[in-house]
């Protein structure tokens, strides 16, 4: 069984790549928006060294670390989980005065905004906040944004609530007796 934390990841996941593409969607291309979807690994600095590809628009999912745990009760652990969105994409200069100018990342932005900040609550987590963005200043032809969230999530990997723990939650035996007698008098 997965763990509640990576079923929060999945569904956060599962969210980016079911973002539909709601402009014109090119012959042989997907309806959803982001052509890749998956867990950030500085994807962006690796393509550009010819390591790995990717089709774009793209966008990849970071947990912001440290990830501070705070324990409830009974071995159960809640977070306040940053989650960073990065969105790629790689637009060539189209000839119509925008050289260095990628003005559809902000349509790509307002997508995730209203995927992941319209009352989306992930999996073992609550409504997820947006909390910051940051704007890619000095691109080549990929542009990267970045957009941050924040859900507070409850893990119960590990405690008793977990059916994969080998904790087995028990009464102890007792040596109590309980005598019971009823009298009714009319």
Same mark, same amino acid.
């Given at each position: 069984?997965?763990?509640?934390?990576?079923?929060?990841? =999945?569904?956060?996941?599962?969210?980016?790549?079911?973002? @539909?593409?709601?402009?014109?969607?090119?012959?042989?291309?997907?309806? =959803?928006?982001?052509?890749?979807?998956?867990?950030?690994?500085?994807?962006?600095?690796?393509?550009?060294?010819?390591?790995?590809?990717?089709?774009? @628009?793209?966008?990849?999912?970071?947990?912001?670390?440290?990830?501070?745990?705070?324990?409830?009760?009974?071995?159960?652990?809640?977070?306040?989980?940053?989650?960073?969105?990065?969105?790629?994409?790689?637009?060539?200069?189209?000839?119509?005065?925008?050289?260095?100018?990628?003005?559809?990342?902000?349509?790509?932005?307002?997508?995730?905004?209203?995927?992941?900040?319209?009352?989306?609550? @992930?999996?073992?987590?609550?409504?997820?906040?947006?909390?910051?963005?940051?704007?890619?200043? =000095?691109?080549? =032809?990929? *542009?990267? *944004?970045?957009?941050?969230?924040?859900?507070?999530?409850?893990?119960?990997?590990?405690?008793?609530?977990?059916?994969?723990?080998?904790?087995?939650?028990?009464? @102890?035996?007792?040596?109590?007796?309980?005598?019971?007698?009823?009298?009714?008098? *009319?």
């Amino acid at each position: 069984m997965a763990s509640p934390f990576l079923s929060c990841i =999945n569904s956060v996941l599962g969210r980016l790549g079911a973002i @539909p593409n709601t402009w014109t969607v090119p012959k042989g291309r997907a309806a =959803n928006l982001f052509q890749y979807v998956a867990m950030w690994n500085n994807q962006v600095e690796r393509q550009k060294e010819g390591k790995v590809e990717f089709d774009t @628009p793209a966008a990849f999912l970071e947990l912001i670390h440290p990830i501070k745990w705070n324990q409830l009760n009974f071995g159960v652990n809640q977070a306040d989980i940053t989650f960073r969105v990065h969105i790629v994409d790689q637009q060539i200069d189209a000839s119509d005065g925008t050289l260095d100018q990628n003005l559809e990342v902000f349509g790509y932005r307002d997508a995730v905004m209203v995927a992941l900040g319209g009352g989306f609550a @992930p999996a073992f987590g609550s409504t997820m906040s947006s909390l910051k963005e940051d704007t890619d200043n =000095n691109h080549t =032809n990929i *542009y990267h *944004y970045m957009i941050d969230f924040v859900s507070a999530v409850v893990d119960s990997k590990g405690s008793p609530f977990d059916p994969d723990s080998s904790m087995i939650g028990t009464t @102890p035996p007792t040596n109590a007796e309980i005598d019971v007698s009823i009298t009714t008098s *009319y």
